[in-house]
């Protein structure tokens, strides 16, 4: 990739680095303020069961065939209407503890302020859905759903996600490929599913119709990054930083903030890898490499920590 595009690939490149790492961090400071008001999306079982991030695997699957058959069906519309309408009501859900902690003694502001939100993204997603304002409200859902999803699986859960979310990345967009299907179709209706960051000055998404399976050496005029591939690796590294111990053990740090760390500088290895991949022009799956480097990054952290695997963090 010679001269300028290449200049242009690796600014691209490192702030879709910066977005994955503020999303992670973002969610991290969302941590307090979300378990103030008791947020927990799969009850006590989630703590421990590690059947319930399989349930929510197959969920995916089957909502990604219902999501392949209305494509197939020309009624994207539909689509675009049901998400916009799932965004802007998670909005409330996301933002309601950030409000409540900005306005504290005023009459209902947290909820006002979040209603008044949701019809700001509900309005601008549907009339002026260029890049930034889906990367916009992409970056805070992503980063609130981080949150929700860490705090609410434990250890153990949260390592069968990363590994069974992998898994069915891989199998998806290299096997039975109808991931690049879902793609495709997200990217034509401009739903906030995918961030994007542009590789050229002035790029817009509107009228371009995203041939997600372009050949390899086939230029893209900006990369494309799923919402999933932002969450998931930092759902461990939320979980970890909420069930590992705060007391200090280096320099007043804690076990939880260093093993937190720990993913996140093994999902940026991983990271790493994928830019390399998808310098080549070709779709790959992002949640392989990702994922496995937030595990090995969490693993190498809790040894190093405690000279062993605590097992009873994990349960």
């Known amino acids: 990739m010679p001269g300028k595009n290449a200049l242009f690939y690796i600014l691209s490149a490192a702030s879709t680095a910066v977005l994955f790492v503020a999303v992670q961090v973002v969610a991290l400071l969302l ?4 378990e103030s008001v008791g947020y927990q999306a799969f009850g006590k079982a989630g703590q421990t069961d590690p059947l319930i991030p399989l349930i929510y695997v197959a969920f995916l699957i089957i909502f990604s065939l219902f999501l392949i058959y209305i494509f197939k069906k020309g009624r994207g519309n539909i689509i675009r209407v049901i998400f916009i309408f799932i965004v802007s009501l ?3 859900y996301v933002l309601f503890p950030v409000f409540l902690l900005a306005f504290p003694s005023a009459p209902n502001p947290d909820f006002i302020a979040s209603v008044a939100v949701m019809i ?6 549907w009339l002026y859905p260029e890049w930034y304002v889906v990367d916009s409200w992409g970056f805070i859902m992503a980063a609130g759903i981080t949150a929700i999803f860490g705090i609410s699986l434990g250890i153990l859960p949260s390592l ?15 096997k039975t490929r109808h991931m690049l299907d879902i793609a495709e179709g997200a990217l034509d209706l401009n739903l906030p599913v995918m961030m994007m960051v542009p590789r050229k000055k002035n790029y817009s998404n509107f009228g371009k119709k995203v041939n997600v399976r372009a050949e390899e050496g086939e230029e893209r005029d900006a990369l494309f990054i799923g919402l999933g591939d932002m969450i998931i690796p930092g759902v461990l590294t939320v979980s970890s930083f909420a069930n590992f111990p705060s007391a200090p053990i280096l320099l007043g740090i804690g076990a939880n903030a260093l093993i937190s760390t720990g993913c996140i500088a093994g999902a940026l290895v991983g990271f790493a890898l994928l830019m390399r991949l998808t310098s080549k022009g070709k779709a790959q799956a992002g949640l392989p490499l990702l994922n496995t480097g937030t595990i090995a990054g969490f693993l190498i952290a809790t040894v190093l920590i405690f000279h062993t695997l605590p097992l009873h963090y994990f349960l």
């Open 90 to 92: 998670s909005a409330i």
């Open 31 to 34: 941590v307090p303020q979300y």
């Open 120 to 125: 700001a993204i509900a309005v601008a997603l």
């Open 160 to 174: 069968v996600l990363l590994i069974a979310m992998a898994t069915y990345d891989f199998v998806a967009v290299y």
